[in-house]
């Protein structure tokens, strides 16, 4: 059974920095892209940065490069967040995700907040 189980989100003040972890099993992690997502209250799903297998390439969305930072551990089979100078914009429960096939697999999610 394929499971992706986030943790580390918390409440945190604006400016501070926070980690989040993504325990993964039971798939090809090596082989795999990871990526990371949010859904902040009232809004879609959307992505906010991804791996490649090995770890060498990243990428992120707009509103989060310069402060997140996605890494891997393919011995832990386990993927990381690094987020600074959070703002109440960041507010969202973050999900790690992974595409198997035609299949996206997801986490239960963290939630992260912010408050303005």
């Known amino acids: 059974q394929v499971r992706l189980v986030e943790f580390g989100g918390a409440l945190v003040q604006p400016g501070d920095s926070l980690r989040l972890s993504c325990a993964a099993s039971?798939?090809?992690?090596?082989?795999?892209?990871l990526r990371w997502s949010r859904q902040a209250p009232g809004n879609q799903r959307e992505l906010v940065a991804s791996i490649s297998e090995d770890g060498t390439l990243t990428h992120y969305v707009n509103f989060v490069k310069g402060r997140f930072t996605i890494s891997r551990d393919n011995v832990k089979n386990m993927v990381f967040l690094q987020m600074n100078s959070l703002s109440s914009e960041d507010t969202a429960v973050y999900y790690c995700?992974?595409?198997?096939?035609?299949?996206?697999?997801w986490g239960q999610g963290t939630p992260v907040t912010v408050p303005a």
């Open positions: 995700n992974v595409r198997l096939g035609a299949t996206v697999r």
């Open positions: 039971a798939f090809p992690f090596n082989t795999s892209v």
